[in-house]
């Protein structure tokens, strides 16, 4: 929990709403740090989990209306810079579509081609880490061009869930 706090702390000025269970003691670092509290029952499991849904809602819109800088870093270093998140997370996707389009161009390219280019292009991608559209296509790409093995072991390569669908499109 700390961590993730210290995170947002980092990159975020104001809107954090932290929670905590009734009877826990929050540490003396973060003491001062407004919390919702919440009961628990014996097991650890909230008591009044729709009145709790209600405050969190009621602490963020509170949050949107009234922009009050909850961050003891900002607070503190009134020059740390505040990143446009908004941009950063339109800078990200828009990366996200031009890698997507690019490798899909790649693989339509090399169907045509045939193994030896799909392998080529599959020798670019991180199967574990590529968009799994992307995977999804090579799969197919491979498919295409009736490489029988080399989809047994993309599949096997992929993750669960991804080689699940993968499975249900043969």
Known sequence: MFYELGIRHGIRPNSTVTMIGKGTVIPFDVAVVRALSYAIDSLGNPETPDQDRLAVA??????????????????????????????LKTDTFRDM?????KYKRKLEQA????????????????????????????FLSYRAV?????????????????????????
């Open 111 to 138: 169907r045509e081609g045939g193994l030896a280019e799909v392998r080529a292009v599959e020798s670019e991608l991180n199967v574990k880490d590529a968009d799994p559209a992307i995977i999804v296509d090579l």
């Open 146 to 170: 009736e490489a029988w093995q080399e989809m047994i072991d993309l599949v096997e390569r992929m993750s669960p869930v991804l080689a699940r669908t993968c499975v249900d499109i043969c």
């Open 58 to 87: 009621e602490r963020l819109i509170a949050c949107r209306n009234y922009r009050v800088e909850d961050s003891p870093l900002f607070q503190l270093l009134t020059d740390w810079p505040r990143p446009d998140l908004q941009r």
């Open 97 to 101: 579509v031009e890698y997507s389009q």
